[in-house]
Each structure stands twice: as C-alpha cells, then as structure tokens.
C-alpha cells in the first residue's frame, strides 16, 4: 500500500517564483530516490476559520498563503530509505535552510499510510 508524506506551510506571497523553483527542484530529487509522485498546491480557496483552519494552523500573516502539498511513495519503507538518501544527496547540500522563501518553523507535516485510493 502507498504511503504519503503531506505537509502544509505558508509561503509570502512576494516569494512565490522561488517557492515554485525549490519545489521543482527537490521534486526531481525526490522522485530520484523513489517518490511516486510530488504535488505541490497554492491555495486560492481556503477560508480563515473561528476555531481551526489551514491559515490558523500554519499561523498565517498578511501577505502569505497556505501551500498544501504531498509527496507519495511505495511504502513507509521506501519512504524511511528515500527521505535519507534525499538528506544525503549533494543537490540538497547547497541549499541555505536560512533562506528558504518560508519559515520552516511553521510547517506541519506527518506521513500517512492510505486506507482509501480509489
């Protein structure tokens, strides 16, 4: 059964060129150890809520938006031996954590296992 890692964060508006660099960047890499598939969303439908929602749970400012994304792999196995040899890889080596075009630190992620694919 697939496995997926999803993650939400909130990328400034003014950095959504870079955004879209970095992600297709490290798609290629990704899918260079494995990943089935990465799927990177930027949001144009998505409501502020009263109690929760995705602007809430990635604390939102102005100027931001919410990016939904997911990257699915074979299994939790390929996924554990994909994400460190990406770790690994000297592509990822150059990149500055420090200047990434959105704040790391407010990222929400997970890995799930599917119970539904149809």
């Given at each position: 059964?697939?496995?997926?890692d999803?993650?939400?964060l909130?990328?400034?508006?003014e950095?959504?060129a870079e ?7 490290s ?9 089935l598939s ?5 949001a144009?439908?998505?409501?502020d809520?009263?109690l929760t929602?995705?602007p809430m749970a990635?604390k939102?400012e102005p ?7 997911w ?6 196995e ?11 890889d000297?592509?990822?080596q150059?990149w500055d954590?420090s ?8 990222m929400?992620?997970?890995g799930?296992s ?5």
């Open positions: 059964m697939a496995y997926v999803g993650y939400v909130a990328v400034p508006i950095n959504k955004y879209i660099r970095l992600a297709e960047e798609a290629v890499v990704f899918k260079d150890h494995g990943a990465v799927v990177e969303n930027w144009d439908d998505v409501p809520g009263e929602s995705l990635v939102c100027g931001e938006v919410v990016v939904f994304s990257i699915t792999w074979p299994s939790r390929a996924r554990d031996a994909g994400n460190k040899a990406v770790m690994e000297p592509r990822m150059d954590i200047k990434m075009p959105f704040d790391g630190k407010r929400i992620y997970g799930f599917n119970i539904v694919a149809r």
